[in-house]
């Protein structure tokens, strides 16, 4: 089936949405008594982001909120996922509430169920405040305590009309990228260094599970970051290196919230760990991390190839080797629809009835999108990743995978991280200089599909 055939039916109830988070929409960093966070520091770093821009600005949703709102009810979705800034409910990380941080996003909740829109909140979407990267981020436990007073302080004001909570957003990607690799705040090189920030982000998600349960009866989940991995190569250490990988980004952040405990390998597991590792995994740690939730959200964009390491004694046991055959969008990332069927099916094999319901938290796709001259923005590409995707998961509900919903990264295009303005994920196209939103095919498409439904 292609773009052609219309999309077979998916099951009653199934939810459609669209995602975004704070930093990367928001802009009005200086409003209201926001403090800093490590997203602030990092963009302002030179070289860091691709284009040189920032976060200052982004699509100013901080004043245009109401303007996105109409967007999102021109849609006809049924739900809407956003991060809610931690600086701007506590400026330096601790403490009290700052209640003009709080009154923004209850104007926003309040706007979104006046269009009927359901309001998905995401407690941590990587702006950390900055204030407790000064005193060692993810990386010091306290942290995980602090997530949770914060999440108590979000849902004691927005609980009793948030549909969803979302704890954390891919705490795989903001380990490796922001710990591990220093692509991304708060911009430390660990490598493998970058494990404690794993294990505090999952014992935050556990506290901030159980303070969110003491203040709202609406479900509880994580937006969880994977991908297939399609070993490059048959021989042992590439399957080798391809298991290795897998643990890392598909189980690191998966077995022990479902009850498995830690993948070997890792230097988490009680078996395999020193004195150290003991210190960091503590008595009672993994019954916090295994409190049961409610949904499992999935982000997909695609597969990653890997290979053993061409030298053996290197600081990583694996490679990546970029997947050959496919199309590609303008983040190099490979056009990939099956792997999402894939994914799916392989967490339910994986975890069986331990699997709590699933919804697509983020799929999507960067294409240089350009208004033309008749004000119109045509991205015919977006609407095939968008289509061949949700034929993936249609396939994977066929197949009796519990896929509750799905939510497309993007509304906008926004600040994409290190890429700043350069990486265009949005239904509506965003002129970053006069903040005009113009609509794309790919909204009228989505509107389209919904309102068939
Ligand atoms: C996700 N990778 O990030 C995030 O949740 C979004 O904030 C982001 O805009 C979106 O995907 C698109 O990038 C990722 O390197 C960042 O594989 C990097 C990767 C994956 C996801």
């Not at 990380?93 to 909140?121: C, I, M, N, W």
């Not at 942290?143 to 954390?168: C, I, Q």
């Not at 190839?305 to 969008?329: K, Q, S, W």
């Not at 995978?401 to 600040?415: I, K, M, T």
Request: charged letters at 20%; glycine letters at 12%.
């Amino acid at each position: 089936m292609s773009p052609g055939t219309p999309l077979p039916a998916f099951p009653p109830g199934f939810t459609w949405g669209v995602a975004t988070s704070s930093y990367q929409i928001e802009g009005g960093v200086d409003a209201d008594g926001r403090g800093r966070s490590i997203w602030d520091t990092f963009a302002h770093q030179p070289g860091r982001i691709i284009d040189g821009t920032t976060g200052d600005v982004a699509c100013d949703h901080y004043h245009r909120y109401a303007e996105d709102v109409a967007l999102m009810a021109g849609l006809g979705i049924g739900a809407y996922r956003f991060s809610i800034a931690w600086p701007r409910i506590q400026p330096a990380g601790t403490g009290p509430a700052e209640p003009a941080g709080l009154d923004f996003y209850d104007r926003l909740v309040d706007a979104l169920l006046e269009r009927d829109v359901d309001p998905v909140a995401t407690l941590f979407h990587w702006d950390l405040p900055q204030a407790l990267e000064d005193v060692g981020g993810w990386l010091n436990r306290d942290t995980a305590h602090r997530f949770a007073d914060y999440a108590e302080l979000a849902a004691g004001r927005l609980g009793d009309r948030v549909k969803l909570w979302l704890t954390l957003n891919e705490p795989f990607i903001h380990m490796t990228l922001g710990y591990g690799t220093g692509e991304h705040a708060p911009g430390r090189t660990l490598l493998f260094g970058a494990v404690p920030a794993a294990h505090h982000q999952l014992l935050g998600h556990g506290l901030a599970v159980a303070a969110l349960r003491a203040r709202t009866g609406s479900p509880v989940g994580i937006a969880n970051n994977y991908s297939p991995v399609r070993p490059q190569g048959t021989g042992e250490a590439d399957l080798a290196a391809a298991a290795a990988y897998d643990a890392l980004h598909n189980r690191l952040f998966t077995d022990p919230l479902l009850g498995r405990g830690y993948p070997v390998g890792l230097g988490l597991d009680p078996a395999e760990a020193g004195a150290g590792a003991a210190d960091l995994v503590r008595d009672g740690d993994l019954a916090v991390i295994a409190a049961p939730i409610d949904v499992l959200g999935v982000n997909y964009y695609n597969p990653t190839g890997i290979a053993a390491p061409a030298e053996p004694d290197g600081p990583l046991p694996f490679e990546m080797v970029p997947l050959t055959g496919y199309p590609r969008t303008a983040f190099d990332w490979p056009v990939v629809p099956e792997g999402l069927h894939e994914l799916l099916t392989t967490l339910r094999d994986r975890y069986g009835a331990d699997l709590p319901p699933i919804q697509i938290t983020e799929n999507g796709c960067a294409y240089d999108d350009t208004v033309a001259a008749d004000d119109g923005c045509a991205d015919p590409e977006r609407i095939a990743y968008l289509d061949g995707h949700l034929r993936a998961v249609h396939r994977a509900v066929a197949d009796g995978v519990d896929v509750r919903g799905y939510f497309v990264w993007s509304l906008l295009d926004n600040f994409e991280w290190a890429e700043g303005q350069t990486k265009r994920f949005g239904l509506v196209h965003v002129d970053f200089d006069s903040q005009v939103r113009t609509p794309k095919s790919s909204y009228a498409w989505y509107r389209d599909l919904i309102s068939r439904r």
